[in-house]
């Protein structure tokens, strides 16, 4: 396994250019099951998770194509049924289901398991499926839904931490090619679901209110193929910026999306930190001192859970108590124990936690657990003093591309081991 090696406390500078959003694009792609057209999707990242769903895709019978950053797909038929050990490998995979259902009114993938950063249900999917018409079942690790017509319906996707990202997509899709009209109410507002919704518009759909927490979605009899370029990566690019902080650099984000990213940008302004929009850019400056700020994750337009342990990691630099409180998944703080290898001065309070920041710290090897856990470890990696090694970095893979050269491009001293 990979691991990266990082000799720490130099200051990033120069620019980075975001790649499309990797939460965009895994539904998207889904989507494409929709049409037995072409679709083509521009603005790829080149990711596993994204490779991955690839092969989803062509395993259900779609021609699946990679041209550098655009994936060209055709589905003339497929299969209703996902194989199990590739739907297991990435939960992100459930979002085929929505698509299976809505063209083939019949939809079997396995039951996604939980993960590092929580149980990851999907009864909220299954609810909007089961609202539409369709039968559910679970059994032998299979969930299957099938229903002779899908009919429109009024569904609440309201759950314990609001609302459902990949559950909202999975019905929007189902709900396309339903008899009628379908009002999700308590829908995700992530620009990941506008995106998808945009796309679906697209190829003939009819979907308004993406975006808010209502969504109307007016059954079509068919879907035709589109093109379609994938909005930039909000979560990469916070990433960048808190990387830029933390190293007291200054670099310029080209290509960002400053709307998709204003829960970020304000606690980070609220840290010290300069920002400054220049066009499509977004310009990071050092700050003259961090300030401590206490954070609670959100559904969106709150602070994302996406960027929770990235911005951990800025705080345990930042001389102070901040106060960091996780709301959307139950446990999201492997990236803790790992920190706290490197000096850091973290304790766990339940849902939050009390970050002692300002003690330099001191590289050390330490252990990726989770994608975004990975990436604040390479954060504080990059700040430290002496060297850290990241094991595991297959975890970072899944959702930033090709994290070490763009660092290098940012004068990082950062070098990726390959391990048999
Ligand atoms: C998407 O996951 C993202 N993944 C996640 O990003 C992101 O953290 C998450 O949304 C929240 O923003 C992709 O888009 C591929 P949810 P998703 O359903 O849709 C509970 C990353 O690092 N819930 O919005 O699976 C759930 O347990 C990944 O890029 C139910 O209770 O997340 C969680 O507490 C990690 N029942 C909360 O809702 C359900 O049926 C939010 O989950 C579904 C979800």
């Known amino acids: 396994m990979d691991s990266l090696l990082i000799k720490g406390a130099v200051p990033l500078h120069g620019e980075v250019t975001i790649g499309g959003a990797k939460n965009a694009v ?8 929709l049409t037995a057209e072409p679709c083509v999707i521009r603005r790829v990242p080149h990711l596993s998770d994204v490779r991955f769903m690839g092969q989803i895709l062509t395993w259900l019978g779609s021609d699946v194509r990679f041209e550098g950053d655009t994936i060209r797909t055709q589905a003339r038929k497929i299969k209703g049924a996902g194989d199990y050990d590739l739907i297991r490998k990435m939960r992100g995979s459930v979002c085929v289901m929505g698509p299976l259902l809505g063209r083939l009114k019949k939809a079997s993938v396995s039951l996604p398991g939980g993960c590092v950063i929580g149980a990851r249900p999907i009864n909220l999917h299954l609810k909007g499926f089961q609202a539409l018409g369709a039968r559910v079942t ?55 679901v506008v995106d998808l919704a945009d796309f679906l518009n697209a190829m003939g759909a009819q979907i308004s209110g993406a975006g808010s927490p209502t969504v109307t979605i007016t059954g079509v009899k068919q879907l035709h193929g589109a093109e379609h370029e994938v909005i930039p990566d909000r979560i990469e690019a916070a990433t960048y910026a808190i990387a830029a902080a933390a190293t ?31 066009g499509a850019d977004i310009v990071i400056r050092r700050a003259r001192r961090l300030k401590p700020v206490d954070i609670t994750t959100l559904p969106y337009s709150g602070f994302p859970t996406d960027v929770q342990a990235q911005v951990m990691a800025l705080m345990a630099l930042t001389p102070g108590i901040s106060i960091i409180t996780e709301r959307i998944f139950e446990s ?45 470890l390479v954060i504080a990696g990059l700040a430290a003093r002496g060297t850290t090694q990241v094991n595991r970095v297959y975890h970072i893979d899944r ?22």
């Open 332 to 376: 999201r703080f492997m990236h803790v124990s790992e920190l706290t290898r490197l000096g850091a001065d973290i304790e766990i309070e339940g849902p939050s936690a009390i970050v002692k920041g300002g003690k330099p710290l001191s590289g050390a090897p330490v252990m990726a657990s989770d994608l975004r856990a990975s990436a604040a």
């Open 399 to 420: 959702g930033y591309e090709n994290i070490d050269g763009k660092l290098r491009q940012l004068g990082a001293r950062i070098e990726r081991i390959e391990e048999p």
């Open 248 to 278: 007291h650099g200054e670099v310029t984000l080209r290509g960002a999306r400053a709307e998709h990213m204003r829960a970020v940008l304000d606690k980070l302004k609220d840290a010290g930190v300069g920002i400054e929009r220049r």
């Open 138 to 192: 679970i059994e032998a690790g299979y969930v299957h839904a099938s229903a002779k017509r899908l009919v429109g319906s009024a569904i609440f996707l309201g759950g314990r931490a609001g609302s459902t990202v990949l559950g909202t997509a999975n019905v929007m899709m189902a709900a396309a090619l339903a008899e009628g009209v379908t009002v999700i109410e308590s829908a995700a507002c992530e620009p990941e």
């Open 26 to 33: 895994l539904p998207i792609m889904a989507a494409t099951l």
